[in-house]
Every structure is written in structure tokens, then in C-alpha cells.
């Protein structure tokens, strides 16, 4: 079994940086990819960015140029460095752990975060 707990989130104005924080625990050696989630009030859960073992990373297109997704498969931490942020960008940001048996794919596993709040103000 593997837990995982997010942080970093908080205020900014837009324009501004965040970085967020996801740290796994128990068995760490068996996660193949790690993505960040976001979901904003009223609107479904959906996939922001996702790296794998190997450091492969995707992103979704309203994100692109501005998020960082990075890795550290020794501590089983997963980063999002979030910069320019938009007020579009306000959600509730959760860590998962899943698998990405080929670039472009992910598929999310049953493996959570509690979820990190991020607001960004215009």
C-alpha cells in the first residue's frame, strides 16, 4: 500500500508562483507515474500533468510553458512548479500515483492525495 500526502497550496495573485509537494509512503518502489489533478468548484476532477518513472512528462495544453511536473523516485515525491498563474488556475490539487505504459497515456490507480488548495486572485 502506498500513502500519499499533498501540500504547498495557498494565495497568490495571478501572475504569480506556487510550487506543490507530494510525498509517497510505504512501498514507493513499486509506483510506476505520478500525475497532479485539479478540481475546481462545479466542474469534474481533471488530469493537469503526468511524469514517468523515466521522467517522461505531459501536460494539458492550458498549462503548457507555465507548470512543472518533476520527480524524485528515491523519495517518492512528485513536484508541480506552477508559475504565470491565472485565476482559471483556482482548484483543489490532488496527487495520484498510476501507470503509463507508453508517452501520452496515464491511467489513473486508486492512490489519492487529500488534496491541496490553490486560489489564484485577479
Known amino acids: 500500500q502506498v500513502q500519499l500526502v499533498d501540500s504547498g497550496g495557498g494565495l497568490v495573485q495571478a501572475g504569480g508562483s506556487l510550487t506543490l509537494s507530494c510525498a509517497a509512503s510505504?512501498?514507493?518502489?513499486?509506483?510506476?507515474?505520478m500525475a497532479w489533478y485539479r478540481q475546481a468548484p462545479g466542474k469534474q476532477r481533471q488530469l493537469v500533468a503526468f511524469i514517468s518513472r523515466s521522467g517522461t512528462t505531459n501536460y494539458i495544453e492550458s498549462v503548457k510553458g507555465r507548470f512543472s511536473i518533476s520527480r524524485e523516485n528515491a523519495k517518492g515525491t512528485v513536484y508541480l512548479q506552477m508559475n504565470s498563474l491565472e485565476p482559471e488556475d483556482t482548484a483543489v490539487y490532488y496527487c495520484n500515483i498510476g501507470i503509463s505504459p507508453y508517452n501520452g497515456y496515464y491511467q489513473a490507480l486508486d492512490y489519492w492525495g487529500k488534496g491541496t488548495l490553490v486560489t489564484v486572485s485577479s
Open positions: 510505504g512501498r514507493t518502489d513499486s509506483i510506476n507515474a
